[in-house]
């Protein structure tokens, strides 16, 4: 992966580690709403600017930031997440730091990803992107 800087150390059993070399990641930078599709209720929809490989945004209770590479027409991407506020209540339960390894098929307008965090093996989240404003 090309920028670690917000993830921390490196993973080795990274997904991103056997990426194929990025494609043409620019139809993908902009601000989106994004929303965890899971059976927990109530779970805040947040805001995330996709943009040079980077994904940083946040909801009411997390902040997340990650990286992201297009390959072969599939979008495959890392993040930290992050408690900073409000109860720590999540799609994988109370924990204050989870990291996230997602995939899916990105789109201009709309996409949804999928995954799972290793601190919860087993568990499999959505996470759904909507296209909001173009970047300045």
């Known amino acids: 992966m090309r920028d670690r800087e917000c993830l921390g150390d490196a993973t080795p059993d990274s997904p ?7 494609y ?5 930078e902009a601000l989106w709403s994004a929303e965890f599709v899971s059976p927990v209720p109530d779970l ?8 040079a490989g980077r994904i940083v945004g946040g909801d009411g209770r997390y902040f997340y930031c990650g990286t992201y590479e297009l390959g072969a027409d599939v979008l495959m991407a890392e993040a930290k997440v992050t408690h900073y506020a409000g109860p720590t209540r999540s799609v994988f339960g109370p924990h204050k730091n989870f990291d996230l390894y997602l995939s899916g098929v990105p789109g201009r307008d709309r996409f949804t990803v999928s995954g799972e965090s290793p601190q919860n093996p087993g568990v499999f989240i959505e996470w759904r992107f909507i296209r909001r404003a173009e970047l300045p």
């Not at 991103?16 to 990025?22: F, G, L, S, T």
């Not at 043409?24 to 993908?28: A, F, K, Q, T, W």
């Not at 805040?44 to 943009?51: D, K, L, S, T």
């Open 44 to 51: 805040p929809a947040g805001i995330v600017i996709i943009e």
């Open 16 to 22: 991103m580690d056997a990426a194929d070399p990025p």
């Open 24 to 28: 043409d990641v620019s139809i993908l």
